[in-house]
């Protein structure tokens, strides 16, 4: 089974800075992308960064720029760095993967997601 935990969601200040971490485990063969959606209140779920498996990164318009997405192969982990933080940020962020397993199955999974709060 395939597991994805995230951390470092939590309460900033406007223009602040926060650091979202994600980490995949358990029967992991290759993680073919890695990405960060979120989810404020009363809106849909909408994708915010992706890397892919050989590296290439996309944004969305709305922190493009702002916040940048790494990834780390050997951990099986991507971050989130998120600066210049204003109260259109404030959602759930949720962590994706679309991974192969041992099972040859490629699948997709969500962590539980990590609140981020903007406020003064």
């Known amino acids: 089974q395939v597991q994805l935990v995230e951390s470092g969601g939590g309460l900033v200040q406007p223009g602040g800075s926060l650091r979202l971490s994600c980490a995949a485990s358990?029967?992991?063969?290759?993680?073919?992308?890695m990405a960060w959606f979120r989810q404020a209140p009363g809106k849909e779920r909408e994708e915010i960064a992706r890397i892919s498996g050989n590296g290439e990164i996309t944004y969305a318009d709305s922190v493009r720029g702002r916040f940048t997405i790494s990834r780390d192969n050997a951990k099986n982990t991507a971050d989130l760095q998120m600066n210049n933080l204003n109260v259109e940020d404030m959602a759930v962020y949720y962590c994706?993967?679309?991974?192969?397993?041992?099972?040859?199955?490629?699948?997709?999974?969500w962590g539980q997601g990590t609140q981020v709060t903007v406020s003064s």
């Open positions: 994706y993967a679309h991974i192969r397993d041992n099972r040859n199955s490629a699948l997709i999974y």
């Open positions: 358990g029967s992991i063969v290759f993680i073919y992308s």
